[in-house]
């Protein structure tokens, strides 16, 4: 209420008499938040809604894609990288890993997978513990990953035991751009716009009004007592939700001045709503996805659906998985190829359903042409390794 700034400027005497001024509000400088990956997923994922469901959508979308391992000639049911996938540890299942190594990449541009033993076991490495050791010629020799006080380095070789995984970054010879950082000044956005609300709702949404005293002799003062007593009466009867809408009885020489919300306060929202669009397109989510409004891109859920897949989901997860697998075909001794199986894909079957009508029609492909076309193996049935 605006008492709690008439009190901050009272005079220390109780004989003085308080005189109402206006309260001068000065802002401080500009605060942004640091660039590092842990402060980034604290304030963007952690503490921030549009953050947090951008980058869940899109890991719990592409882990849970199926996939489909096969070599130059066949299609495989079973294999041993597939079993791996399907139980990489103890603790974890395919879908909890895969959503790690996405999760990882969306919040800092980096994930790290570690094997274990004669390709016993899969770990995902937090990425803020690991960093890249370079050596003479600028390229990468080792990883050290810091955990309880400790540092276990990993040493690069052909194949190492650590696959990394990292998205460009046009700047950095090691480490990857994550959206996070591209989203950086948005989510300080967001953030200050929601805690600019909170503090508005904690004032009653803004002060309602003023209370105007005007003494018999026009000094425009009150004393000590009349000013403790006034307050207090507010604070007791007329804040809160309890409170609301209580008529309010004002004794002689006072008067109700009503404030309004100004336009800078209406605009937050505004700026609120635009800042969460920035959010989402950084991390390449439809706004719609996300329940932002204001976005007129797509016609329906539907389209915006399909292109999430196709612009964002399935490239990160085609990339993730070729990784994947050129790695763990080297650690396994067998060259093989690991991608999403976009026949599956409820979001694409309308597209996919026009493909395979377009290639089988074509009557001067052969069988195999089209096969390959529609990035099927030679094979005309799957094997078992």
């Known amino acids: 209420m605006v008492f709690d700034m008439f009190r901050k400027s009272a005079p220390q005497s109780p004989q003085k008499a308080r005189s109402f001024r206006p309260a001068v509000m000065s802002g401080g400088g500009v605060a942004w938040t640091s660039r590092d990956a842990g402060s980034l997923t604290r304030t963007g994922f952690a503490g921030n809604p549009v953050g947090f469901r951008a980058v869940k959508l899109i890991a719990e979308a592409a882990a849970a894609l199926p996939l489909v391992l096969q070599d130059a000639s066949q299609r495989f049911d079973t294999h041993p990288l597939l079993a791996l996938l399907a139980r990489p540890n103890a603790g974890q ?11 990882q990449l ?30 003479a010629d600028g390229w990468p020799v080792a990883y050290d990953y810091t955990v309880g006080g400790s540092v276990h380095r990993f040493d690069v070789g052909a194949p190492g035991p650590i696959c990394h995984i990292k998205s460009f970054h046009p700047s950095d010879d090691h480490y990857g751009l994550s959206p996070m950082q591209a989203a950086a000044t948005a989510l300080d956005v967001h953030n200050a716009a929601s805690r600019w ?6 004032n009653a ?25 006034l307050v207090d009466e507010m604070e007791t009867h007329h804040q809160g939700a309890r409170n609301a809408g209580r008529p309010m009885l004002l004794e002689g020489g006072l008067d109700w001045k009503p404030m309004g919300f100004s336009p800078s306060d209406m605009e937050f929202q505004k700026t609120k709503e635009a800042a969460a669009r920035e959010i989402a397109t950084a991390f390449g989510v439809p706004p719609m996805m996300l329940g932002i409004p204001g976005d007129a891109t797509y016609a329906n859920y539907a389209e915006a659906n399909r292109a999430f897949y196709r612009l964002t989901v399935l490239p990160m997860a085609t990339r993730v998985t070729a990784a994947l697998a050129d790695w763990l075909g080297q650690v396994m001794a067998h060259s093989v190829t690991l991608k999403p199986d976009v026949d ?16 089988g029609s074509a009557d001067f492909l052969s069988d195999a042409e089209k096969r ?4 099927l193996p030679a094979e005309l049935e799957a094997r078992d390794e």
Request: one cysteine or more; a negative charge; hydrophobic letters at 35%.
């Open 93 to 103: 299942g395919q879908a909890e890993l895969l959503e790690a190594i996405y999760c």
């Open 372 to 375: 390959r076309l529609l990035g």
């Open 205 to 229: 949404a803004r002060p309602s009004g003023a209370i105007v005293y005007s003494s018999a002799d026009g000094s425009g003062t009150m004393t000590t007592d009349q000013y403790d007593r």
């Open 197 to 202: 609300s909170k503090g508005l709702l904690d």
């Open 344 to 359: 599956q894909v409820a979001a694409l079957s309308g597209e996919r359903d026009q493909q395979w009508a377009r290639i």
């Open 106 to 135: 969306l919040l800092t541009g980096n994930a790290y997978v570690e094997v274990s033993g004669e390709a016993e076991q899969l770990h995902v490495l937090r990425s803020d513990r690991v960093r890249v050791v370079p050596g």
